[in-house]
Nanobody
Framework: QVQLVESGGGLVQAGGSLRVSCAASGRSFSNFAMGWFRQAPGKERAFVAA????????NYADSVQGRFTISRDNAKNTVYLQMNSLKPEDTAVYYC????????????????WGQGTQVTVSS
């Protein structure tokens, strides 16, 4: 079992930056690929970024490529999402998720989810 807790969300102006974090507890963190997803009001949860267990490979949605960076610190059992050049359309609840195999951009492939953190980008 893995417990995930996101933090770091908030209100930021368009063009600004924000870093959200996800702290994990439970089984060996480095055994899990991690993903970030987001859900805007009235929309389905969508893939944002993912990273392998050792941090060696990452994958991004086209909409955030070049603006967002996913990283992890296995010594701290934490995964991060650095968000730069934020746009109003980035406004959503951001969720982290864990998967006990290779990373994926598909929501249903993930086994564990956090409760989410709100990110609001004002224009």
């Amino acid at each position: 079992q893995v417990q995930l807790v996101e933090s770091g969300g908030g209100l930021v102006q368009a063009g600004g930056s924000l870093r959200v974090s996800c702290a994990a507890s439970g089984r060996s963190f480095s055994n899990f690929a991690m993903g970030w997803f987001r859900q805007a009001p009235g929309k389905e949860r969508a893939f944002v970024a993912a990273i392998t267990g050792n941090g060696g490979r990452t994958n991004y949605a086209d909409s955030v490529q070049g603006r967002f960076t996913i990283s992890r610190d296995n010594a701290k059992n934490t995964v991060y999402l650095q968000m730069n050049s934020l746009k109003p359309e980035d406004t959503a609840v951001y969720y982290c998720a864990a998967r006990g195999t290779y990373y994926s951009d598909i929501t249903k492939h993930y086994d564990y989810w956090g409760q989410g953190t709100q990110v609001t980008v004002s224009s």
